[in-house]
Nanobody, 112 residues
Framework: QVHLVETGGGLAQPGGSLRLSCSAS????????MAWYRQAPGKARELVAT???????SYADSVKGRFTISRDNARNTVYLQMNSLKSEDTAVYYC??????WGQGTEVTVSS
């Protein structure tokens, strides 16, 4: 059974940083594409970043240059380093093994 558990959310000030982690189990992590999505209040869920099994990454334009997705295959964990946070980054962030596996989400609030 696929299991994805996100940690690391919380409150950050504008311009600050947070690091999200997603611990994965129940599938062969090292060969799997992984992704981070987010859903802000009243908005649709959107793709934030993707990391392929070979380490290639891609980002939404809104986070490019500020967020970094990475993976540690030895720990079955995917990370999202978020720097230069803005109020519009406030959302629930979800770890995903596309297309149909999701974590429970971790809330990120950016506010002074």
């Amino acid at each position: 059974q696929v299991h994805l558990v996100e940690t690391g959310g919380g409150l950050a000030q504008p311009g600050g940083s947070l690091r999200l982690s997603c611990s994965a189990s129940g599938f062969t992590f090292r060969i799997s594409q992984m992704a981070w999505y987010r859903q802000a209040p009243g908005k649709a869920r959107e793709l934030v970043a993707t990391v392929m099994s070979d380490g290639r990454t891609s980002y939404a334009d809104s986070v490019k240059g500020r967020f970094t997705i990475s993976r540690d295959n030895a720990r079955n964990t995917v990370y999202l380093q978020m720097n230069s946070l803005k109020s519009e980054d406030t959302a629930v962030y979800y770890c995903s093994r596309p297309p149909s596996n999701w974590g429970q989400g971790t809330e990120v609030t950016v506010s002074s």
